[in-house]
């Protein structure tokens, strides 16, 4: 039977679902009794009317019978079902004998050895931190007392450092192969809610990454994959241009001849192992800021107007970007509606910060960093860690302003303080949504002059565009510096670095930014390594 798509199917908020029917049929110039099925394949809303906000459909619906075709204008258009994504290679016996090797569980590691586990490589995947659920436990006892574990915590572990995030899912990755369906399949049927398939937005939430994760790694256990936990990479054994084996906790030594690093944007110490091999890295730019916090309901009220708080509407979110007077970027990233501000530090004596959400993103503030671009030459050195003792002088800069007693607090500041550079000596109409310690701080000496410039520029610009962004009582936290790797690894056409059997993948590498770019990296890399063991 024919099916059609409708890409833009209008409907009012307060709609039935037998509206969305008769408005098919309207489009589609057909009868209801010849109207089979339909699904929603995407949806969003129009809010650019405040006063009528209008919620937008994507459907197909299947007819019994096909419609005319020569109409002058249509809304529609005749779909054949969408081809499946197909692994380009397979593998026909699987061995635990020589097997690819993976540096890191993140959304790349993962999605990497779930491909080739599919397909019959067997691959072994080494994370230096623990399981999901332990994890879970260990970061939450660094939030509750400060005690960091270095190789357990917001950054590594099972699922990487998107395990403790809001869990967006939207990229601007080109998929012509359909990945972008795979990896959603993969992540429903780990148990992931079933509507981020349709979601203009989608996004998971912590509450529900801990368990989609862990999933996901049994499936690949289950395939004849193996991940094992507590299980760093301390030395590369590389002979005559190839990979030969790693080290793992410097005691065991593993032979392999494919090694894909997934290692993540904080993996410093296997940088400054990589620094010191014949792998070929150059530096990358990146941006560093601050997470602002405003109560959700403004973000709400500015967004949805008089429907602000109208059931059918999500949580609202923002994406706004600023030229400042110095020609540098100013932009929000990693908007988290009715989110946290979290610490998610993974070095002694350092502070970083993030934001995550629950899938309801129902906590009382929304959050989003507010960053500005660095340029390599910022760093100060040519050599390849610079950018990394870049982000290390304002963490240190962080962790001294909030903690002079000793502690593990972030420093928060009001906005209204911080245009001024005074210290914030309480909270006013807005407080903390926050995972971890915080203590008033002047976060002017926790970042650069031409970072603290451009911001103040930047919010109150925003306040232009969100009415209340630049509130004097608006709470700053710092510092978030972990926006992207300040490294990249190089790599070739055919994904391998300048070492043959080195894989270079993910954020880490330098090549993806955020949990669904990860896992579209991880499968090419997969399919990259498939082809070199044919």
């Known amino acids: 039977m024919p099916k059609y798509r409708i890409p833009q199917l209008k409907l009012p908020l307060n709609h039935s679902r037998d509206a969305i029917e008769k408005k098919i049929c309207a489009i589609l110039g057909t009868k209801p009794d010849s109207l089979v099925s339909w699904k929603v394949v995407k949806k969003s809303f129009d809010a650019r009317e405040k006063t009528e906000i ?11 019978k096909a419609i005319k075709s020569d109409l002058e204008t249509r809304d529609w258009a005749l779909v054949t079902d969408e081809e499946p994504y197909v692994f380009p290679v397979s593998r026909t016996a699987s061995s635990t004998a020589s097997r690819p090797m993976i540096v890191g569980a993140g959304p ?60 967006k899912l939207n990229t601007t990755v080109g998929d012509k192969y359909h990945l972008n369906a795979k990896i959603l399949g993969e992540f429903i049927e780990a148990g992931a809610p079933p509507e981020i398939a349709s979601m203009n937005k989608p996004h998971i939430g912590t509450d529900y990454l801990v368990r989609v994760v862990r999933n996901i790694r049994k499936k690949i256990e289950s395939l004849g994959g193996a991940v094992v936990f507590n299980a760093k990479a301390t030395a590369f054994e590389i002979e005559k241009g190839k990979v030969k084996a790693v080290f793992v906790n410097d005691i065991e030594r593993i032979e392999t001849s494919v090694l894909v690093l997934a290692i993540g944007h904080s993996a410093r110490d296997t940088f400054e192992i990589l620094s010191h091999s014949p792998v070929s890295m150059a530096q990358k730019p990146f941006a560093i800021g601050l997470r602002i916090e405003h109560p959700q309901e ?80 910022d760093f100060g050195s040519q050599d390849i860690m610079a950018g990394i003792e870049f982000q290390r002088r304002w963490e240190r800069a962080a962790f001294t302003a909030a903690n002079p007693g000793g502690g593990f607090a972030m420093p928060v500041q009001r906005f209204g303080d911080f245009l001024v550079g005074r210290l914030s000596t309480g909270f006013m109409s807005i407080r903390p949504c926050a995972k971890g310690a915080f203590a008033l701080s002047d976060l002017n000496p926790c970042l650069p ?40 690894i190089l790599r070739d056409e055919n994904f391998q670095s300048s070492i043959e059997g080195i894989f270079p993948c993910g954020e880490g590498g330098g090549y993806s930014g955020g949990i669904m770019s990860s896992a579209m990296d991880g499968i090419r890399v997969a399919e990259a390594v498939a082809k070199v063991w044919r």
């Open 54 to 64: 209008r919620v937008i459909y994507a459907v197909v619906a299947e007819l019994n």
């Open 298 to 377: 403004m973000i709400q009220r500015s967004q949805f107007g008089a429907f602000w708080n109208h059931p059918a509407l999500p949580a609202a979110d923002y994406k706004l970007t600023y030229q400042s007077s110095s020609g540098r970027g100013v932009y929000s990233f990693c908007m988290c509606p009715g989110g946290f501000v979290v610490n998610s530090s993974s070095e002694p004596g350092m502070v970083a910060c993030n934001g995550m959400s629950d899938f309801a993103r129902d906590a009382r503030n929304a959050n989003s960093a507010i960053v500005v671009a660095v340029r390599t030459e």
């Open 108 to 167: 790349a590691g993962l999605f990497c050895a779930l491909l080739l586990a599919e397909n019959g490589f067997a691959p072994l995947v080494l994370e230096r931190g623990e399981d999901a659920e332990t994890r879970l436990e260990v970061v939450q006892d660094f939030w509750e007392s400060g005690r960091l574990k270095p190789d357990s915590n917001m950054q590594f572990g099972e699922g990487g450092a998107g395990t403790f995030s809001d869990g």
């Open 449 to 488: 002059d031409f970072v603290t410039t451009a911001l103040k520029e930047g919010i109150l610009n925003f306040d232009r565009k969100i009415k209340g962004f630049a509130h004097p009582d608006a709470l700053l936290t710092g510092v978030e510096t972990r926006t992207s790797s300040p490294i990249r």
